[in-house]
């Protein structure tokens, strides 16, 4: 099929192309425009898979430039969005105009197209602070960050246009991923990279929220197998483990594995409003193990041991400021 990927230059955007590309799709890679004529970890990729993908850079918030994107695909794969929770406190205005606008472009474009496939990404965010667990998708939503708020706000637009005029949606909601090339923002790669630049003290937020951790391998491979189902279509669909784990014990997993003399230290900084911290993450996979043909393959030593190898070579850690605190 030809698809489209948006957000592609991300860190799961460029896992799900590659994987795409290797299982014979034609893939349009939309990436967001700079005048560096960067497509993110696209770059990265080899030659030769690069070759087979058309990248299409451009702005998701432009719905012209989307509508452009859309024609000729029969599958979107819809992951553009501004991700980092920090971040949302500093400049809400601009989640509401990437993550909701943007996701009305893609499923404004889907309707006037007749694209067969819609597959919206959502976050386990969107369900706030566990109110029971496991998590499954008839949890109540709720908005702890305006980053979670227009989430829940793109998913609703989503959501809408299925139920209004009959666009084949899918919301995708995978829980915590993390693997190779994830940002700097997030948690793993923050206490990987101090470590390996030798740092003895890891500077870390609230240690004792958990989340639920999924290897991207097993959210790529989760995107896919609900694109082939129909029973997915108008479906909210969680990508989860059904387990848990502390921010604390992760960091001391890590700890072990790089640098077992490391101590963890509080960096005030790092903590989220009280108000806003989501405290508890522990997702129900049920759904998409009922829908699908999706299992997880990867248990959490496997993907960090994984991660963990990449994070080492020089080459993928020199874009990686382990001295100050990404937002």
């Known amino acids: 099929m030809k698809v489209l990927v948006t957000g592609a230059d991300g860190f799961i955007g460029s896992h799900l192309v590659e994987t795409l590309v290797n299982s014979g799709h034609k893939v349009k890679a939309f990436v967001y425009y700079n005048s560096f004529n960067s497509w993110g970890w696209l770059d990265k990729l080899s030659k030769e898979t690069l070759s087979k993908i058309d990248v299409i850079t ?48 893609i499923v404004q474009a889907a309707k006037e197209l007749g694209v067969s496939r819609v597959l919206i990404t959502s976050t386990s965010e969107v369900y706030g602070t566990a109110m029971y667990v496991p998590i499954d998708e008839k949890h109540p939503k709720q908005a702890q960050s305006p980053y979670s708020a227009s989430k829940i ?59 639920d951790l999924l290897f991207v391998k097993d959210t790529v491979n989760g995107f896919m197998e609900i694109a082939k189902s129909n029973k997915t279509i108008g479906e909210e669909v969680n990508i989860a483990t059904n387990s848990e784990i502390t921010v604390g014990e992760l960091a001391q997993k890590l700890i072990t594995a790089i640098n077992p003399s490391a101590k963890i230290i509080t960096d005030d900084i790092r903590l989220r409003p009280d108000k806003s911290e989501v405290e508890r993450l522990f997702g129900d996979n049920t759904k998409i193990m009922q829908l699908t043909n999706w299992k997880q393959q990867f248990s959490l030593d496997h993907g960090l041991k994984e991660t963990i190898e990449w994070f080492k070579n020089p080459e993928n850690n020199k874009s990686y400021k382990s001295d100050i605190y990404n937002v």
């Open 58 to 105: 451009g702005d998701i918030r432009d719905s012209v430039c989307v509508r452009l994107a859309v024609q000729d695909v029969d599958v979107i794969y819809h992951l553009a969005a501004l991700i980092a929770i920090p971040y949302s406190y500093q400049a809400p205005e601009s989640y509401v105009d990437t993550n909701v606008v943007g996701t009305l472009n």
């Open 153 to 211: 706000g793109a998913d609703a637009m989503a959501d809408s246009f299925f139920r209004s005029f009959n666009v084949p949606v899918t919301i995708v909601r995978p829980f915590n991923t993390y693997g190779p090339r994830q940002s700097a923002r997030a948690v793993i790669p923050t206490i990987i990279t101090q470590l390996l630049a030798g740092k003895t003290e890891i500077k870390l937020g609230a240690l004792h929220p958990t989340r």
